[in-house]
């Protein structure tokens, strides 16, 4: 599976759109591109995915570049209930068993 | 709403006790997995099981095992607890080979076991 490259961390403004970077340079044509946040104390909780398209959800949009190579989630009003880890993974559809390799993350920090 | 439920949310064990860590899900899902998380290391796949009484290795298996007798149930065994497996344990469930084929795999997590080891 593709390793993929983040910040270790971000910050903020509350109300202001949280734009994440992921990098996938060595990224296959069959994976897919997932983002999960972790709040403190928490499991990670899934956000969104995506393959080649632009993809938009209640929670996040997700920007994935022409040559996949990298992609943005974008949170567009942050508030501060989003301060998290946020994991870029990607994985195969070809995978026998689904398991994620988490990273290190970016921790957002959304300030008021 | 769909669940995965981790049966302690903390625990505290002695040098040597054996340590049952219970987690159950109810969306009839294929996979299931056992993670621990340390600062700094992030999460770390321990096991994984992708049916029933099937397991496999993770990234870090050693001092552990599992047990999946029931679709629903996935248990993290410590046979002999130790301080160095102190830690945040996450149990996760996900669809099998059609949440993979059609790009779906969402994994689902559980609040979290905090095990400390004394």
């Known amino acids: 599976d593709a390793k993929t490259t983040q910040p270790p961390s971000m910050d903020c403004a509350e109300g202001r759109a949280a734009n994440l970077p992921c990098n996938h340079s060595t990224i296959s044509g069959n994976e897919y591109v997932y983002w999960y946040r972790q709040i403190h104390s928490q499991g990670p909780q899934y956000i969104i995915h995506?393959?080649?398209n632009n993809e938009t959800n209640e929670m996040a949009s997700l920007i994935i570049t022409e040559d996949r190579k990298s992609s943005t989630l974008i949170l567009p009003h942050a508030t501060l209930r989003d301060t998290a880890v946020y994991y870029c993974?990607?994985?195969?559809?070809?995978?026998?068993?689904?398991?994620?390799?988490f990273g290190q993350g970016t921790t957002l920090q959304v300030k008021p | 709403d769909v669940k995965v439920t981790q049966s302690s949310r903390y625990l505290v064990k002695r040098t040597g006790e054996k340590v049952f860590l219970e987690c159950v899900q109810d969306m009839d899902h294929e996979n299931m997995f056992w993670y621990r998380q340390d600062p700094g290391l992030g999460l770390r796949l321990i096991y994984f099981?992708?049916?029933?009484?099937?397991?496999e290795k993770g990234d870090i298996p050693e001092g552990y095992s599992v047990s999946r007798e029931k679709k629903e149930r996935f248990s993290l065994i410590l046979e002999s607890a130790s301080t160095n497996q102190t830690s945040m344990y996450l149990c996760?469930?996900?669809?099998?080979?059609?949440?993979?084929?059609?790009?779906?795999?969402?994994?689902?997590f559980g609040a979290g076991s905090r095990l400390t080891v004394l």
């Open positions: 996760a469930s996900s669809l099998g080979p059609w949440g993979l084929r059609t790009g779906a795999n969402v994994l689902t």
């Open positions: 993974i990607v994985l195969a559809s070809s995978s026998n068993t689904g398991k994620l390799i």
């Open positions: 099981s992708y049916d029933v009484k099937m397991k």
């Open positions: 995506g393959l080649k």
